[in-house]
């Protein structure tokens, strides 16, 4: 799902809050050197998954009535330990079938359950059979669609007339019948432009206990399925483009119709889009064909999403493993439905923004490299996006901003009017003003408000991750998120693969830092809490000397040295090793490393200049710093020159521009 999309209701007074803090900050410094060592990039993997879930299926649109009549079969493994005895189905465009659905009922503010649908949405399933042996069970006859507590209509258990054994593998008949919604969100339709997404009966995913992971429709939550290969043949008018997960295999015009036939194994969904409106541009970039399908009007944003592939598809090869599919189609929604734009199905993304958006402002390209990601995070690991989902919007949109910068540099989010925002810090901005609220780690539906969710899954996940790659280097985060990736192709991962992957390549503190961050609200504040400089001078007061007693003044006598001292404090629960800049009267400076164990640390000095000013975290590598306005302070004249203790203070933004305050 799109950045911009979780909390859309706040993020542009959040963007704008951004643009205002930041306006007069000066240009971050770039991110720590790499390090010496060679860059682990994943190697290509040749493994597939298990199939699971394979649907071979046939459907066709009528795009007066937005419906969609659906016929085919499923062949299921049971790949438990244990024998099942129901199975359960999702049924997720009944999410907008009516406001007593799951989705609909959802809390207003932040979340999108007050919107209304113009025209609702229903999957009728029509027919579940599974012949068994010279048996068929008509098994969608004994289907309890939903809960006597819950009307919801979305997770529809059916009971099974016998046992599948572990390791059986059997074969359902289904037949459905769709009518689409007015776009609500991801799915439907508008005018003669058709999303269809969440289309058919899927069924849920099956846990090594027998267990279905299986769950209501959730705005915040719906993907996390089983791997298998999909064949699904379209049919349509004629005169609409087609665009689906998968390379089309056969493609034909018959009767006014065209049909396309759709094949991709190895993925655990099956997405498609129809319009009669779609410009069309391919490419092929780093061997996969690229196809843009967008709306007239729109050739250079195609032409910036395609662009933003030619980057994205070796970077995210390079560090995440090969993009193991053919095809990649970016499906740009008319400017009428921006709500279907932003969304990741298996080598399908929808992508956004209007067509006059500005150059300098990058979200047509953020948005294209966030869904991309998805392919990745949500698409190749296959993680519980419900239980988890930092997961994968989490980690993905840390993967977008490492990449956005890599690409744009420092202004990667916005470059106008002389200022220039990074998408990194973006994150951090919004991930930091709620880190005391809520885990992070937590299932979508836990957290209290869609704001509350996007700040800390994408913002917080993000900054936590990007804060250790400023402090460990970008090679040896590299290496861990590649080792992470390699572990977790095709395999589900949970939150233990990612913090194990980190103690493997990072340390045992740094996935503790990592666990305490994600699991308990970590937080971190590094402050200058005190500064002292006095010249050195002889011991003052009365001495006696040769017999006579002499009074040493304590203003006499100075050397033309100076001393004191610095005391940095680590206010809460995280650490992270963290630079001291001390910079001196003659503009001198010096940098000194803390390990940022101890709650603080008092470091002294010695030298022929007074001290001026004091920076913790000069390159600001600490994304996660909760207030940035004690990261610097001077040490006022009187110090610098005698006994004075008094700290000054001066913004941290004030404070970066070190020319003002250096001679
Ligand atoms: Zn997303």
Same mark, same amino acid.
Do not use: C, H, K
């Given at each position: 799902m799109s950045p911009f999309c979780a909390s859309r209701r706040h993020s542009g007074a959040v963007l704008l809050a951004f643009v205002l803090a930041l306006s007069c900050a000066p240009t971050l410094p770039a991110p720590q050197a790499a390090d010496a060592e060679r860059p682990a990039a994943p190697a290509t993997p040749t493994e597939h998954p298990e199939h699971v879930a394979s649907y071979t299926m046939r459907a066709k649109l009528d795009p007066a009535l937005h419906t969609v009549h659906g016929e085919g079969t499923l062949t299921w493994k049971n790949v438990s330990h244990s024998p099942v005895r129901e199975l359960w189905f999702h049924l997720y465009l009944n999410a907008f079938k009516n406001q007593s659905s799951n989705f609909m009922r959802a809390p207003i503010g932040g979340f999108r359950g007050a919107i209304v649908p113009t025209d609702w949405g229903t999957i009728d399933v029509k027919k579940l059979s599974w012949t068994d042996g010279a048996t068929t069970h008509e098994l969608w006859d004994a289907v309890e669609l939903s809960r006597p507590d819950d009307p919801d209509e979305t997770d529809a258990r059916v009971p099974l007339p016998r046992e599948i054994a572990p390791g059986e593998t059997v074969t359902f008949a289904m037949v459905w019948d769709d009518k689409l919604p007015?776009? *609500?969100?991801?799915t439907g339709y508008d005018g003669s432009f058709h999303m269809v997404g969440q289309w058919f009966p899927k069924i849920a995913k099956i846990e090594d206990d027998g267990r279905f992971a299986h769950f209501p429709f959730h705005h915040l939550g719906e993907f996390y399925a089983d791997f298998g290969a999909y064949d699904v043949t379209l049919d349509v008018p004629e005169s609409f483009t087609l665009g689906a997960? +998968? =390379? !089309?295999t056969e493609s034909k015009v018959e009767g006014g119709r065209r049909v396309e036939r759709h094949v991709q194994a190895d993925v655990h969904d099956f997405a498609w889009t129809a319009w009669d409106g779609f410009q069309k541009r391919t490419e092929t970039i780093a061997g996969v064909t690229v196809t843009a399908l967008y709306p007239p009007g729109y050739d250079d944003l195609a032409e910036r999403e395609l662009a933003t592939m030619r980057f994205a598809l070796p970077h995210y090869g390079e560090r995440y493993g090969a993009y193991p599919y053919t095809v990649l189609t970016l499906v740009h929604p =008319? !400017?009428? *439905? =921006?709500?279907?734009?932003g969304m990741e199905y298996p080598t399908l993304i929808t992508t956004g923004s209007p067509?006059?958006? =500005?150059? +300098?402002?990058?979200t047509p390209e953020l948005v294209t490299i966030h869904e991309f990601g998805h392919q990745y995070f949500? +698409?190749?690991? !296959?993680?519980?996006e419900v239980t988890w989902p930092f997961l994968d919007e989490g980690l993905n949109s840390y993967a977008e901003a490492e990449a956005m910068a890599k690409w744009r540099g420092a202004g990667s989010l916005m470059r106008m009017f002389d200022i220039e925002l990074g998408d990194a810090e973006g994150h951090a901005f919004r991930g930091n003003m709620f880190s005391k609220d809520e885990k992070v780690a937590q299932p979508a539906y836990a957290f209290t408000t869609g704001t509350h969710y996007g700040a800390l899954v994408y913002g917080r996940t993000s900054t936590i991750l990007e804060t250790m790659r400023r402090v460990h280097g970008d090679d040896a985060m590299r290496r861990a998120l590649g080792t992470y990736a390699k572990r977790a192709r095709f395999r589900h991962p949970r939150p233990d693969d990612l913090l194990g992957a980190i103690k493997d390549e990072l340390g045992e503190r740094a996935a503790e830092t990592l666990r305490v961050a994600l699991m308990e609200k970590g937080w971190v504040d590094y402050a200058v809490t005190s500064v002292a400089s006095a010249p050195v001078r002889p011991p003052a007061g009365l001495f006696d000397r040769g017999g006579k007693r002499e009074t040493v003044p304590a203003d006499s006598g100075a050397k033309g040295t100076f001393e004191g001292w610095v005391l940095v404090t680590r206010r809460g629960t995280l650490s992270f090793p963290v630079e001291v800049e001390l910079v001196f009267a003659d503009g001198s400076r010096k940098r000194e490393a803390w390990d940022g164990i101890a709650e603080s640390v008092r470091l002294p000095f010695h030298g022929t200049s007074p001290l001026r000013a004091v920076l913790v975290d000069p390159d600001a590598?600490?994304?996660?710093?909760?207030?940035?306005?004690?990261?610097f302070a001077t040490a006022p004249k009187a110090s610098r020159a005698g006994a004075g203790r008094v700290l000054e203070r001066a913004t941290y933004w004030a404070g970066l521009a070190l020319g003002a305050i250096a001679p």
């Open positions: 007015q776009v *609500v969100e991801r997960t +998968g =390379p !089309a =008319p !400017a009428t *439905v =921006p709500e279907a734009g067509s006059w958006t =500005p150059r +300098g402002l990058l949500y +698409g190749l690991f !296959a993680s519980d590598r600490i994304l996660l710093d909760e207030d940035r306005t004690n990261d």
